[in-house]
């Protein structure tokens, strides 16, 4: 078997960044100025020659384009795809593949920038059937209607949409499943950005607002990422500020994993954890008895590790 003329294309290699902060007890995601109308992700190129680090230069550029420097940073996935274009070309030679790195940053200061164009936007506004703290969102009926249709006899479909979405009784709605969901819904055909790159008229109802390029769909990794470290390592307290009371530090695992935590069981886990400890001051701002103030107490000294928040839900 001989292998077919290699491309002269070229790669162009980009750095996305998915910045999220708490603004209101929602979870909000920094977006950038671009050509485009939709919403971008903060995205820049990479030079291999100027650039010692891919990290180093995404700090940079998220500056540069925002205004807002990144604090905690992690790398997300490297997406390829064929055919996606970034609102910012990445410099390269002409028709050459696009591939983004994209990375998770966390933030306790999710304030506008001065001077800049870059606008917070709540996270869930992208993925209105991802929010879960009032019970099953209205939406989902008729969208699950819509994707049952779609799948039709095909059994691997239907799995999917069962699966995913959580609609026979013994299902369980999994929060950290944010991608997969997206994806379903834009093989579908029932979000905006699936009906932009077929060339296709928009579907007459495409829930949650789109974004440029494929950046919704980097958004959904990395809020992905984030529901599930929730679990297993404390990235709560990297959203939070130094003093919070308890009450706060539900009510932001909340505006993260899009679902109703069961008060008393979500404390006594919080408790057994040793992840917070009480600073002996008061909050004076709860419009009701004063709550007392903890501040997160850090990985354990033994093994430099530390656990995750429970998520025990309201049923």
């Not at 650039?51 to 790398?75: C, I, K, N």
């Not at 990445?90 to 050459?96: E, K, N, V």
């Not at 950005?193 to 789109?210: I, M, T």
């Amino acid at each position: 078997m001989t292998a077919g003329p290699p491309s002269d294309g070229g790669v162009r290699i980009g750095l996305s960044a998915v910045v999220i902060g708490l603004r209101d007890a929602r979870a909000a995601v920094l977006t950038a100025p671009g050509d485009s109308p939709e919403a971008a992700l903060p995205f820049g190129p990479f030079d291999p020659v100027r650039d010692r680090t891919f990290e180093r230069a995404l700090r940079d550029f998220v500056t540069a384009q925002t205004g807002f420097r990144p604090g905690f940073v992690e790398q997300l996935y490297t997406f390829g795809d064929a055919g996606r274009a970034s609102p910012r070309a990445t410099p390269g030679p002409s028709g050459a593949r696009e591939v983004s790195v994209g990375y998770l940053a966390l933030t306790v200061d999710a304030v506008d920038p001065p001077g800049a164009e870059a606008r917070w936007a709540p996270v869930l506004d992208f993925f209105p059937w991802e929010d879960h703290r009032r019970g099953r969102p209205a939406l989902l009926a008729p969208l699950i209607e819509r994707l049952e249709r779609w799948a039709g006899t095909d059994d691997r479909r239907r799995l999917r949409v069962q699966t995913l979405f959580a609609t026979t009784p013994d299902a369980r709605w999994s929060e950290s499943r944010v991608l997969e969901r997206y994806e379903l819904l834009y093989e579908a055909g029932l979000v905006a950005e699936a009906a932009r790159d077929r060339d296709q008229a928009p579907p007459a109802v495409a829930p949650g607002r789109a974004m440029a390029s494929d950046h919704r769909r980097i958004l959904a990794t990395g809020l992905g990422r984030l529901r599930s470290k929730l679990r297993y390592r404390p990235v709560l307290f990297d959203l939070t500020p130094s003093t919070f009371t308890l009450s706060q530090l539900q009510a932001a695992a909340e505006a993260v994993a899009g679902i109703a935590l069961h008060k008393q069981n979500f404390r006594r886990g919080v408790e057994r954890t040793g992840l917070v400890a009480p600073t002996g001051g008061f909050s004076t701002g709860t419009g009701g008895r004063p709550a007392a103030l903890f501040r997160a107490t850090g990985v354990d000294p033994a093994d430099g590790q530390a656990p995750g928040l429970p998520l025990p839900i309201q049923r």
